[in-house]
């Protein structure tokens, strides 16, 4: 198999058989290869500017992807789980939050040679969680344009800026920020490689099992630098963490892509 030059200077694309094992069988967060969390990706609330990556391994059914969308649950009313996957009041959960931050701030996504276009969707967010400062922020990333192999992987990078806990938040742990993607392969209505839809869950837009990973997210971990075991016994807490997810409204508002199913049904 030849690979074009251009492809090939490209720092985003690599071989798909450079990466053997099935844990990369999905389009995921790329993982930290750091010795105490190799199989995991943890970033620190608090800190900006992080890079990450998105890693797209194969395309819909061995057909390349054509585009792809990408949502943050950092919306006025995301859905929040705890531990459990019990249910929480976002309003309890954007009180774990200073003034004027939220969860996920200000993404920006990078240019890769793989689309020539990429597009920044901007949307509400909780202003409770921002004081008022600001009503919308950057909500999602749609990349097209252009055409990404089955047969090679790609690493599409982004950086954000995660939100500040309040110091007395001892017994909070992490969270879980899922991400839901989608590639766009085919422009066909029915057929198994028409997308990839990378969303946990069943919406009333992204509705067929067949092509949404119900169950899976690709999801990174937000860890509480102030979270302490030992303080929230002596508070006569216990230990949590939350699941949080972009709303099916919001899914299904901003992951369509204009000309793919599910915007193409209507």
């Avoid at 990706?41 to 800190?47: E, I, M, Q, S, W």
């Avoid at 992987?153 to 939100?163: A, S």
């Amino acid at each position: 198999m030849t690979i074009p030059m251009k492809q090939a200077a490209g720092l985003v694309l690599f071989a798909a058989s450079a990466v053997a094992s099935s844990a990369f069988a999905h389009t995921t967060i790329v993982k930290k290869n750091t010795p105490d969390e190799f199989a995991v990706r943890t970033d620190l609330a608090g800190t900006s500017s992080v890079l990450n990556h998105i890693s797209i391994p194969h395309g819909c059914n061995d057909t390349s992807v054509k585009a792809m969308t990408v949502l943050f649950p950092n919306g006025a009313d995301p859905v929040v789980e705890d531990q459990e996957g019990n249910p929480v009041d976002p309003a309890d959960f954007f009180d774990h939050f200073m003034e004027n931050n939220n969860i996920v701030m200000g993404p920006k996504p990078t240019q890769t040679i793989t689309w020539k276009r990429v597009n920044v969707l901007e949307g509400p967010v909780p202003q409770y969680s921002n004081h008022g400062i600001r009503d919308s922020d950057v909500r999602a990333f749609t990349y097209h344009e252009g055409k990404l192999p089955t047969y090679l992987l790609g690493l599409y990078p982004w950086r954000q800026t995660y939100g500040k806990i309040k110091e007395e938040k001892v017994c909070l742990e992490k969270m879980e920020l899922r991400i839901p993607i989608v590639n766009y392969c085919t422009r066909s209505k029915r057929a198994e490689n028409r997308v990839d839809a990378w969303i946990g869950r069943l919406t009333a837009k992204f509705n067929d099992p067949a092509v949404v990973s119900v169950g899976f997210w690709p999801t990174l971990d937000i860890a509480n630098p102030y979270y302490d075991e030992a303080s929230c016994a002596k508070a006569g807490g216990a230990p949590y963490y939350y699941k949080v997810s972009p709303s099916d409204t919001d899914i299904d508002h901003f992951l369509p892509f204009r000309n793919y199913w599910p915007a193409n049904v209507n």
